[in-house]
T-cell receptor, first 115, second 112 residues
Framework: DAMVIQNPRYQVTQFGKPVTLSCSQT?????MYWYQQKSSQAPKLLFH???????NEADTPDNFQSRRPNTSFCFLDIRSPGLGDAAMYLC??????????????FGPGTRLTVL | LAKTTQPISMDSYEGQEVNITCSHN???????ITWYQQFPSQGPRFIIQ???TKVTNEVASLFIPADRKSSTLSLPRVSLSDTAVYYC?????????????FGTGTRLLVSP
């Protein structure tokens, strides 16, 4: 089945130690998104890739970076994780569609713990 | 992006119909209304989407009045597995991608 896969599902890192979360998709979608979801809160968009074009949300901290080496893969890099970065990180994809609207397909998420 | 308002939580029992209303007073002409469902420790899942009147699929119905300033998600005969957070989102495409701004969501608890 076509899907969005996130690895690992659970990640523990130390304060200040860089960490990378990965996302892959078999849907061949043009757009990939990263969301941060803290406990009991709604998902918040960090940035997205439209093909290779990177689009950062205005309030996304510089500590968060992303890479998309090809259509199928996208990475979230947290350069110096702080305690406040502990959250569920969700990857999503959608097709390139010029009219109307489209559905986003979410992965299961990676829960990040910062010690 | 249109702001949405929905109840923080709702309680129901198995077999009942649940209606969750979302208000979006400043919806734009080209905005669609979309509902997502999220179970604990999972990513949100698309439920239904509509522009006006009524949309029905195998999971739910979406009722949108003529002024489109509100919408109602209807879940027929809920079961325990429908316990989840339901998000109402309003928006359209922007140069080929869809920007989703999640509101607080409605936490639905279904009891036996």
């Amino acid at each position: 089945d076509a899907m969005v896969i996130q690895n690992p599902r659970y990640q523990v890192t130390q304060f200040g130690k860089p960490v990378t979360l990965s996302c892959s998709q078999t849907l061949n979608h043009n757009v990939m998104y990263w969301y941060q979801q803290k406990s009991s809160q709604a998902p918040k968009l960090l940035f997205h890739y439209y093909d290779k074009d990177f689009n950062n949300e205005a309030d996304t901290p510089d500590n968060f970076q992303s890479r998309r080496p090809n259509t199928s893969f996208c990475f979230l890099d947290i350069r110096s994780p702080g305690l406040g970065d502990a959250a569920m990180y969700l990857c999503a994809t959608s097709r390139d569609q010029r009219e109307g609207t489209d559905t986003q397909y979410f992965g299961p998420g990676t829960r990040l713990t910062v010690l | 992006l249109a702001k949405t308002t929905q109840p923080i939580s709702m309680d129901s029992y198995e077999g009942q119909e649940v209606n969750i209303t979302c208000s979006h007073n400043n919806i734009a002409t080209n905005d669609y209304i979309t509902w997502y469902q999220q179970f604990p420790s999972q990513g949100p899942r698309f439920i239904i989407q509509g522009y006006k009147t009524k949309v029905t699929n195998e999971v739910a119905s979406l009722f949108i009045p003529a002024d489109r300033k509100s919408s109602t998600l209807s879940l027929p005969r809920v079961s325990l597995s429908d316990t989840a957070v339901y998000y109402c989102l309003v928006g359209g495409l922007n140069t080929g991608f869809q920007k989703l701004v999640f509101g607080t969501g409605t936490r639905l608890l279904v009891s036996p």
